[in-house]
Structure formats: structure tokens, C-alpha cells
């Protein structure tokens, strides 16, 4: 005891004693002073403002199934301004929606608000656009034929195709009112490789068609049908009780406009009759009448169907698409394509 009470009076035993309090006071206000600044951080961090822009989905409420919209973006764009920890917050949520409500919509156009939802209230935010101008149609359907055709001159020599056939002949469309209504029919192409030999069975898209022949962006159902290109050898024909041939198409031309001032390119330039040997012994070229008068000035698609000749059982293709195009009459150019004219007709 006399010990300890002895070195408690010594001088340097005491400032050894205030030199470790005072570190260890030095850090504890260090820790303290630290903590303090970085709460402090982390306030200043959410309360500092900035200004952005972010991309928002547009969501429609609406009849799918009775109505047809157009006009409505993907996206649009939202300026928000707020706590920069808020504004971190929206550019990282996927929950933030621009809502169009089209529940009781009018036909035809109009104008509506975007309502934004998910978004804090916090935040000023300014939509870009704030409305949008719309078009709703009834949404309609029809059933039109399909007209598929093939590349009938890809058919290797001395084979001819015996049956080209789709496994439906009607597809139904839908869309907006005023595009269905001007889809004139469904319109497929089978692809034959060239110096086809045999037979062909393959899905192939459909697309809907206008008079002519421009595409029209409607549903279709269904997209795609099968087709089945029966190609046989000249001479397993030739030992059938049927004979086969191909003849030329023979374009006649039929209208009020001229025929020097289109181009024509037909899908197939040849077609294959099946009949008794004594009537396709007879016949080398088939007519098939187009009407001038169905296409625009600019020119048009026309899928067309020949007629079977006497004593013709089947022909193929069934129908073929002759494109027409106008072109610039130049003074040859025009005196062939009148010669050319006047001999189709």
C-alpha cells in the first residue's frame, strides 16, 4: 500500500497517467467527430437537388378486344427534379407508369392525358408530351381468300407439277375498320429452289393485300399455311391416262389507260394444263385477262386467275400476280411498248 501510495505521488507516474487519458480522449472525439460528419453526409446526400430526365413505359386502358388505337408511344419522356436520393430512387424503379385511359373511348381522333403513376410526390416532374393525339377504331374482322402462287419456271426440265395445293383456301383478318376493309385477299408465295426435280411441302407466311397488291398491317389467322408442290418426271405422266404440258401465259390487256406506259412482270411466265391428249395437243399459250382499270396511275399488283380451257381438267398455278409499274415514255421505248401493246391485246 505504502508502495502504491508512493508512486502515486511521483511526478512522472502522474504524467504518464494525464498523457493516456488524454489519448484516449483524443480518440473518442475523433470517432464521435467522424460519425457526426458522416450522418451529416448522408443528409446532405438526399437533400441536395438535381434534375433529370427519365424514360416511362405508357400503359392503355382499353377493350382490346372490341377497339384499335394508334398513336400511343412506347415510351415517353419525364423531367423530374427533387432530393437527389429520391431522383437515384426513379431511375432505378420499375414500377413508374404514364397510364392513357381509353375505357369509354369516342371513335375516331382525340385527344387524352397521361397520368403518371409511381412516382413520389416529392418530386416535380413535367411529362413530355403531357397528352397525346389518338385515332380508335372498331376493331373488325373478315374472311378472305388465300391466292398462292409458285415459280413455276424453277421446274427442272422434263418435270412437270402435277398438284400444287395450300391446306386452307380462307384466312380471317383483323385490325382497325378502315384497313380491314381494304384488304382485297391474302397473298403467299411458295419459294422453289431452281432445277426443282421433286416434290415440295412447306409452311409459308401469309400476307393481306390491297387491290393493289400493297401490303396491309393487320392480324391474320392463321399466319401461315402448308403447301404441297407435287412435281413428277415427264415420263411417269406420259403413262397416265392424263396428259400434262406447259404453255405460255398470254396477258390480254383490258382498260382505259395505256399499256405504253407500265412496265409487266408476271409472277410465273408459264403455267402447266392437265387435260385428254387431244385437248392439250391443241392448246400452247392460255390468256389471262387484266383489268387496267383496278390498278392506280402509279401501277399496282394484280393476282389473277386464267380460265380453264376446253378439255382441261386442272391448271397450275391457279392464279398468278402480275405487278405493273409506270415508267417514263421515252420515244423507242414507247413505239415498242405500243407494238408489244397491240399484239397482247
Do not use: C, W
Amino acid at each position: 500500500m505504502r508502495y502504491i501510495n508512493s508512486l502515486l505521488r511521483k511526478k512522472r507516474f502522474q504524467l504518464l497517467v494525464t498523457l493516456i487519458l488524454a489519448i484516449v480522449l483524443f480518440a473518442y472525439v475523433t470517432g464521435t467527430t467522424g460519425t457526426v460528419r458522416s450522418s451529416k453526409s448522408q443528409q446532405n446526400e438526399l437533400i441536395t437537388t438535381q434534375t433529370t430526365e427519365i424514360n416511362v413505359p405508357v400503359n392503355v386502358n382499353m377493350n382490346e378486344n372490341k377497339y384499335y388505337v394508334s398513336g400511343v408511344p412506347q415510351t415517353i419522356k419525364v423531367k423530374i427534379t427533387g432530393p437527389s436520393g429520391l431522383i437515384t430512387a426513379a431511375q432505378d424503379s420499375q414500377t413508374i407508369r404514364a397510364t392513357v385511359n381509353l375505357e369509354k373511348p369516342k371513335i375516331g381522333s382525340q385527344n387524352v392525358s397521361l397520368k403518371l403513376t409511381g412516382l413520389s410526390d416529392t418530386l416535380a416532374k413535367t411529362l413530355d408530351p403531357s397528352s397525346l393525339t389518338v385515332n380508335v377504331s372498331r376493331k373488325i374482322s373478315k374472311s378472305v381468300p388465300i391466292i398462292p402462287t409458285y415459280n413455276r419456271d424453277n421446274i427442272a426440265s422434263k418435270y412437270v407439277v402435277s398438284g400444287f395445293k395450300i391446306s386452307q383456301t380462307k384466312a380471317t383478318v383483323t385490325g382497325p375498320s378502315d384497313l380491314v376493309k381494304v384488304v382485297n385477299h391474302i397473298s403467299t408465295s411458295l419459294n422453289v429452289p431452281a432445277n426443282t426435280q421433286s416434290s415440295i411441302n412447306k409452311n409459308i407466311a401469309l400476307k393481306a393485300v390491297d387491290k393493289n397488291g400493297s401490303v396491309v398491317s393487320v392480324e391474320i389467322n392463321p399466319s401461315s399455311v402448308a403447301a404441297t408442290l407435287d412435281v413428277t418426271s415427264e415420263f411417269a405422266v406420259k403413262n397416265s391416262s392424263k396428259e400434262t404440258k406447259t404453255v405460255s401465259l398470254n396477258p390480254k390487256f383490258t382498260g382505259s389507260k395505256s399499256m405504253s406506259n407500265y412496265n409487266v412482270t408476271l409472277s410465273s411466265s408459264s403455267v402447266q394444263i392437265t387435260g385428254d391428249k387431244s385437248s392439250v395437243d391443241k392448246i400452247d399459250s392460255v390468256p389471262v385477262t387484266v383489268d387496267m382499270n383496278q390498278i392506280s396511275t402509279s401501277g399496282g399488283v394484280i393476282t389473277v386467275k386464267p380460265s380453264l380451257p376446253k378439255g382441261i381438267d386442272e391448271i397450275t398455278p391457279k392464279a398468278v400476280e402480275i405487278s405493273i409499274t409506270a415508267r417514263t415514255i421515252t420515244g423507242s421505248s414507247s413505239n415498242k411498248s405500243s407494238s408489244s401493246s397491240s399484239e397482247g391485246k
